[in-house]
Nanobody
Framework: QVHLVESGGGLVQTGGSLRLSCAAS????????MAWFRQAPGNEREFVTA????????DYADPVKGRFTISRDNAKSTVYLQMNSLKPEDTAVYYC????????????????WGQGTQVTVSS
């Protein structure tokens, strides 16, 4: 099993920044592609960004491209989401996810999930 623990969510003003962290345990971290998804009330869980096991490939959803950056520190078994220029529409619960394969944009492709952390962007 892979256990994921998220942190770093909170309240920020429009235009501000936050950095989310997701610490993984239970398996060899470099075997897993990691991703961030988000879900606002009443909405589907949507893809935000993903990174391959060695960090050589990244993928970003259009609404966050140029504003968000995913990275990973395999020595710490941790993936990060740096969020800049935040907008109210970024408000959601953000989830970390893992799969033992290449990156994907699809919720159903990820076997392991964190508990979610709330990000609220005030206008």
């Amino acid at each position: 099993q892979v256990h994921l623990v998220e942190s770093g969510g909170g309240l920020v003003q429009t235009g501000g920044s936050l950095r989310l962290s997701c610490a993984a345990s239970g398996r060899t971290f470099t075997d897993y592609a990691m991703a961030w998804f988000r879900q606002a009330p009443g909405n589907e869980r949507e893809f935000v960004t993903a990174i391959s096991g060695l960090g050589l490939r990244t993928d970003y959803a259009d609404p966050v491209k140029g504003r968000f950056t995913i990275s990973r520190d395999n020595a710490k078994s941790t993936v990060y989401l740096q969020m800049n220029s935040l907008k109210p529409e970024d408000t959601a619960v953000y989830y970390c996810a893992a799969r033992d394969s290449h990156t994907s944009r699809h919720v159903d492709d990820y076997a392991y999930w964190g508990q979610g952390t709330q990000v609220t962007v005030s206008s």
